[in-house]
């Protein structure tokens, strides 16, 4: 009797410790991918999101952020998952939704972060 209580006693001291451990880690952040960074939205080098990032941006602003080198064949991620990105190029201008991604042919310009949840 006095092994099954220890045996109990030792399962449920290993529980606890897990469950602590569980408890104390720190939150991962599953939306970030493909080396951006959440709360990022990247600029990709290619219509590839596994092609080098040539930008990052994260500030939510109520104008358009242009790019000091204009790219084109580029692809943009979105990390955010509240917030919609607009994207300008030389085909028009693009909404991508929260944790999404778009790619194109036409040279991106500027981009802008915005607290909308939706396109």
């Given at each position: 009797?006095?092994?099954?209580?220890?045996?109990?006693?030792?399962?449920?001291?290993?529980?606890?410790?897990?469950?602590?451990?569980?408890?104390?880690?720190?939150?991962?952040?599953?939306?970030?991918?493909?080396?951006?960074?959440?709360?990022?939205?990247?600029?990709?080098?290619?219509?590839?999101?596994?092609?080098?990032?040539?930008?990052?941006?994260?500030?939510?602003?109520?104008?358009?952020?242009?790019?000091?080198?204009?790219?084109?064949?580029?692809?943009?991620?979105?990390?955010?998952?509240?917030d919609v990105v607009y994207?300008?190029?030389?085909?028009?201008?693009?909404?991508?939704?929260?944790?999404?991604?778009?790619?194109?042919?036409?040279?991106?310009?500027?981009?802008?972060?915005?607290?909308?949840?939706?396109?």
């Open positions: 009797m006095k092994a099954i209580s220890r045996r109990l006693l030792a399962t449920t001291a290993a529980a606890s410790a897990m469950t602590l451990a569980l408890a104390l880690a720190p939150a991962a952040h599953a939306d970030s991918a493909y080396g951006c960074v959440y709360p990022q939205v990247c600029i990709y080098d290619d219509t590839s999101i596994t092609s080098p990032i040539v930008g990052r941006f994260e500030q939510v602003t109520s104008g358009w952020q242009y790019l000091n080198n204009p790219q084109s064949y580029y692809a943009v991620y979105n990390t955010r998952n509240d994207v300008k190029d030389s085909w028009g201008v693009h909404c991508i939704g929260p944790s999404n991604s778009m790619s194109s042919s036409g040279r991106i310009t500027a981009l802008r972060i915005d607290s909308r949840p939706s396109c």
